[in-house]
């Protein structure tokens, strides 16, 4: 499985908060074992130091700031311009962990003040400028992460991106139709008109290979911006059901049947069906579903 190169806040990895302190997040730290990961800290490398002053998002004049409220210096051209680099800089990269609640960092949970009074919440000035170029990307902070669905979103599409990574810098005619072929159902999962133009553009002999490639990369990539409906997994499960049911006994059939129904009232999460449906795949040695992502689109060891 290719690794994902990931985004992190530093504060993950080193002890550069405003306070001196180090974020022990278990997820993180658990992730970090089969990433790849670069670090930035957007305060500490426009020279702020370690320990420094807070600071804040403040609206003013209906324009957000960020200032260092006890000097009152405003810092938003200095980590805007930061931020621009640190996009030029990137290439290849799958997705971001950030910071929550931080003002540089935090991904819709900022704290945003006017005339010294909380208003609400938003995006720090370095999560917001990753997040409006990188759209296709996933954009979180460890407390989102909390959520097991966004959790799993999360890691489905790093390690969906990093393999379409890998079909790229590999483009063939035969590691395409691979590809595709292995990513059908969580395809089908997220999105059925995407799998279908993915597919068309897959098969369309008159699309020049070089225009093929590029014109899948960004479908895939569309293809993963929402997270899937319960009612879409039931689709899939159902579909690859169909393909070992004929092997099942009467008493098997009826067990995943109230497996599934109990998924559907949000009694069961969906990984206890996933894996007695990998159970069967693997006692009939069907190598077709063995092949598809639907059923290991990423490492178990990161499954809570």
Do not use: W
């Amino acid at each position: 499985m290719q690794k994902p190169k990931i985004v992190l806040s530093r504060c993950f990895s080193e002890p550069v908060r405003y306070n001196g302190e180090r974020v022990n997040n278990n997820f993180v730290n658990r992730l970090k074992e089969f990433v790849d990961f670069i670090d930035f800290c957007p305060e500490v490398d426009t020279g702020l130091g370690v320990p420094r002053k807070r600071v804040s998002i403040i609206e003013i004049d209906g324009l957000k700031k960020l200032i260092q409220t006890e000097t009152g210096k405003d810092l938003t051209d200095i980590i805007t311009e930061y931020s621009q680099k640190v996009i030029n800089s990137l290439k290849e990269i799958d997705g971001f962990i950030l910071k929550a609640k931080s003002p540089s960092c935090g991904v819709g949970s900022a704290r945003l003040y006017r005339n010294n009074s909380f208003i609400g919440k938003t995006s720090g000035f370095f999560a917001e400028k990753i997040k409006n170029h990188f759209y296709y990307l996933p954009v979180e902070d460890e407390n989102r992460l909390r959520d097991e669905s966004i959790r799993e979103h999360f890691l489905i599409r790093i390690f969906a991106f990093a393999e379409l990574r890998a079909l790229l810098n590999n483009p063939t005619p035969k590691n395409l139709v691979d590809f595709h072929t292995r990513y059908k159902y969580l395809l089908m999962t997220y999105s059925q008109r995407y799998l279908k133009e993915i597919g068309q553009i897959v098969a369309d002999n008159s699309i020049p290979f070089e225009e093929k490639i590029i014109r899948y990369r960004q479908k895939f990539y569309e293809s993963f911006l929402r997270k899937p409906s319960p009612k879409r997994h039931i689709n899939t499960l159902m579909h690859i059901t169909g393909y070992i049911s004929k092997n099942l006994n009467p008493e098997e059939k009826k067990h995943l049947h109230s497996l599934i129904e109990r998924y559907i009232k949000g009694r069961l999460p969906l990984n206890v069906i996933t894996e007695l449906l990998k159970s069967f795949v693997y006692r009939f040695g069907n190598e077709y579903l063995l092949y598809q992502k639907y059923l290991h689109p990423y490492p178990e060891e990161l499954n809570v």
